[in-house]
């Protein structure tokens, strides 16, 4: 089983990224899926969920109206499109599948927000 995030890096105020997450090794389209962030000194926060047909979205209110997650189960990928990025969203972004009790959670991928 893998998750492997992508897409982050350093951005300015203001601007924008895009998180991927590819996923193998289990069967993708069962699992939903979830983007986590954990800043320094701070507990992992839950930021956005999809369910497994991409039907429903639940969001952080930090995020809400910001960030908009999605998926392609053909591709077996998560995405998560963050605009507007502030300071405050610097962390690193985790990508994780659930299904029941069991989950599965990729290595990270550092966002930084700074001018």
């Known amino acids: 089983v893998q998750l492997v995030e992508s897409g982050g890096g350093l951005v300015q105020p203001g601007g924008s990224l895009r998180l991927s997450c590819a996923a193998s090794?289990?069967?993708?389209?069962?699992?939903?899926m979830r983007w986590f962030r954990q800043a320094t000194g701070k507990d992992r926060e839950l930021v956005a969920t999809i369910a497994r047909s991409g039907g429903t979205t639940n969001y952080a209110d930090s995020v809400k109206d910001r960030f908009t997650i999605s998926r392609d189960n053909a591709k077996n990928t998560v995405y998560l499109q963050m605009n507007s990025l502030k300071p405050e969203d610097t962390a690193v972004y985790y990508c994780?599948?659930?299904?029941?009790?069991?989950?599965?959670w990729g290595q990270g991928t550092q966002v930084t927000v700074s001018s």
């Open positions: 994780s599948a659930r299904l029941s009790l069991r989950s599965y």
């Open positions: 090794g289990f069967t993708f389209s069962s699992y939903d």
